[in-house]
């Protein structure tokens, strides 16, 4: 049985919730403060009317000291989760109700990327698989994360596993 056999029998991955993300970069401004440096068109943040130049206080209630506190606290909520953002606009204190979007799904411009929940041992695990958009039969390589605690589902292909597996996609694989 093929693996797209295989893919074709499990459940669809939109029952797995994908990881929230904010549309917003943030860092640490001159005098320490969480700042926002970019709110993406069209992202969750801006949406909720979050610019760039507001500080950053709090989300959900609990302070926020760093940008990286921040990315945390956002990343162990998903997509479609409502978050309260505590922040400084021009001086007032505010606090936004802001929807947080699911992570995008990967793409590739060399493969189909197809997204299955398979279950394993009672719950269900995301898979990713691509197919290479050439013909023909083709060799399989199979890439299971290695030892740290994030996903290969990333959507950056520009570093980590990232960079391997659009290269092997590049090449056919």
Known sequence: MSILSVASTVWAAAELPRHGVIGLAVEANAQNRVEVQTAVPGGAGAAAGIQAGDLIQSLDGAPVTTAVEFARAVTRHVGGDTVKVGIVHAGVEAVKTVVLKPRPLETSPYAEVMYVAL????SLRRAIVTRPKKAGRLPAVL??????????????RRSGYGRVVDELEQRGL
């Open 119 to 122: 279950p394993v041992r009672g």
């Open 143 to 156: 890439l299971m994360q290695g030892v740290g605690c994030y996903s290969m589902d990333a959507g950056d």
